[in-house]
């Protein structure tokens, strides 16, 4: 059974970067949907970006693009999120997800959660 673990959350300031990893077991990552969600304090979750099946296509949230980038490791069945530039407002618990959707922006489709890592951009 698939099982995910997300890492690489902390403290930055604005305007810094982070990368948060998302590692897999007990399934090969390159077969599912990837995404990358975050859930901000009194707000609703959020799709950040997600990407298909064996690097299928990538998609990123409005508020996102430009400043993220989803990258995957095979060898080491682990999915990266590359943040930049990143803003106060990028402050929230991220998560990644998996699913076998047809569509990996489908967010109803995804069954398979890791804990969360928290980001926090402040000064």
């Known amino acids: 059974q698939l099982q995910l673990v997300e890492a690489g959350g902390g403290l930055v300031q604005p305007g810094g970067s982070l990368r948060l990893s998302c590692s897999a077991s007990?399934?090969?990552?390159?077969?599912?949907?990837i995404g990358w969600f975050r859930r901000a304090p009194g707000k609703w979750r959020e799709g950040v970006s997600c990407?298909?099946?064996?690097?299928?296509?990538?998609n990123y949230a409005v508020t996102v693009k430009g400043r993220f980038t989803m990258s995957t490791d095979n060898a080491k069945n682990t999915v990266y999120l590359h943040m930049n530039s990143l803003k106060p407002e990028d402050t929230a618990v991220y998560y990644c997800?998996?699913?076998?959707?047809?569509?990996?922006?489908?967010?109803?489709?995804?069954?398979?959660w890791g804990q969360g890592t928290h980001v926090t951009v402040s000064s």
């Open positions: 997800a998996a699913s076998r959707s047809n569509y990996c922006g489908d967010p109803d489709a995804y069954n398979t």
């Open positions: 007990g399934s090969t990552l390159e077969e599912y949907n």
């Open positions: 990407s298909g099946p064996n690097g299928g296509r990538t």
